[in-house]
């Protein structure tokens, strides 16, 4: 496993207010680079988790392996 993301909440701000989307940074052979990101997400956790599952599962689906988790749900460290 030469690789290791971890996926991280940024805070978007629009026109309509603050919206959020799940980002996946990862580090590789080659340096830092981003593995994936979910769709903009609205506040709440029953509105974003859809978005940090189908993350999740795509992120799954290329390899990644979950191999920790940090102080929030969404903090997960994954490797490949």
């Known amino acids: 496993m030469n690789e290791r993301c971890r996926i991280v909440r940024d805070r978007k701000i629009v026109w309509n207010g ?3 989307q799940f980002v ?4 590789g052979p080659r340096g830092p680079y981003e593995a994936g990101h979910s ?6 956790t029953e509105r974003q988790r859809p978005g940090w599952d189908e993350l999740v599962r795509s992120l799954t689906s290329q390899g990644w392996k979950p191999i ?3 102080r929030h749900w969404w903090d ?4 490949r």
Request: aromatic share 4%; charged share 25%; no cysteine.
């Open 68 to 70: 920790g988790s940090g």
């Open 18 to 20: 603050i919206k959020y």
């Open 76 to 79: 997960v460290e994954l490797s």
């Open 24 to 27: 996946a940074r990862a580090i």
């Open 39 to 44: 769709r903009i997400l609205d506040q709440g």
